[in-house]
């Protein structure tokens, strides 16, 4: 077996799942705000759980949840305390644990068409500034557009660290592997392939669409020679359509067990993913199904 990289689960409804402060629009911000000991113990959960890779709880830390003017006074510290909080609990594991800073949607999840690229460059980099210090790696979160894509690699081309770029898919397996913008993922990634990334993944999508996705960017990444590794982290969410108000509600779930996400899961490394988590509800329980399947492959 190759390597296999356990990335964490889902952080905002592991949050509420552990009971803490959580409500629509703050999300995952609010136990940084109020508890924040909750979001150390939902780190230290996913690395009990065998995670080689934390990503900050800084998803939330823009003006999309915080409001203009929580952001305009707290956005940098919060999306800092985030990244110091995760950096100590990965210190602390007695097993090496990398920390990877987010960038966020900067105008929300699934909505391209909010995107407004000055705004977002400002707001990209003031989390590229508050996290830097505290990460290994950097992963763009849920990006939903080439656009997106190529304004978030101009602020992260100031770092040597790794970065990853993680695109949402439109959750519809029955068509051909699309960005939610309608774009398609083979330009999605040929432009990340263009660019030298060190990793495309896909996220916050249904389980079901990711397969077809990681199998159109290994041939491109074979076809085109680049050093990228593959990465993916699905959620439990139900179908996410066209047009979703992600502040309005908080999205419906399904039943998807540890069994039955590691069953997708080995499809994914089939497929050419070497970097596996999870996203939206997707719970230390999931991942230590991962943990353990690569660490009896390893054995065995």
């Known amino acids: 077996m190759k390597d296999l990289t356990i990335l964490d689960g889902g952080m905002g409804r592991e949050l509420k799942r552990i009971g ?3 409500s629509q629009p703050l999300w995952s911000a609010q136990a940084l705000i109020e508890s924040p000991q909750h979001v150390s113990q939902a780190h230290q959960g996913f690395v009990d759980a065998g995670a080689q890779i934390l990503t900050v709880n800084s998803y939330a830390c823009v003006p999309f949840h915080l409001g203009e003017e929580l952001y305009s006074t707290q956005g940098f510290e919060l999306a800092k305390k985030a990244s110091e909080i995760t950096r100590e609990v990965a210190d602390k594991s007695a097993t090496k644990v990398l920390v990877a800073g987010s960038i966020p949607p900067a105008f929300g999840s699934y909505r391209p068409d909010l995107f ?3 705004e977002a460059r400002v707001i990209s980099q003031t989390l590229f500034d508050a996290q830097d210090k505290n990460v290994d790696l950097w992963l763009a979160e849920t990006v939903a557009s080439i656009a997106e894509f190529e304004m978030i ?4 081309s100031a770092t040597d660290k790794p970065c990853y770029y993680s695109f949402t898919l439109q959750d519809d397996a029955s068509t051909e592997a699309k960005l939610r913008s309608g774009e398609l993922v083979v330009d999605a990634a040929k432009a990340a392939c263009n660019a030298g990334v060190d990793g495309i993944f896909f996220n916050c999508s249904v389980p079901e669409v990711m397969e ?6 290994h041939s491109v990444i074979k076809e085109t020679g680049v050093d990228a590794v593959i990465g993916v982290f699905a959620n439990s969410f139900t ?3 066209e047009g979703h108000e992600a502040n309005d509600t908080i ?3 399904r039943e998807l067990s540890p069994a039955d996400y590691l069953e997708l899961a080995k499809s994914w490394y089939q497929a050419g993913a070497t970097i596996i988590g999870g996203c939206c509800g997707i719970q230390p329980s999931h991942i230590a199904a991962l943990a353990k399947w690569r660490d009896d492959s390893e054995e065995s």
């Open 251 to 253: 999205q419906s779930m």
């Open 212 to 217: 077809k996705a990681i199998a159109i960017t």
């Open 239 to 241: 179908p996410i359509t």
């Open 20 to 22: 803490a402060p959580f």
């Open 116 to 118: 407004e690229v000055n």
């Open 153 to 156: 690699s101009e602020v992260l």
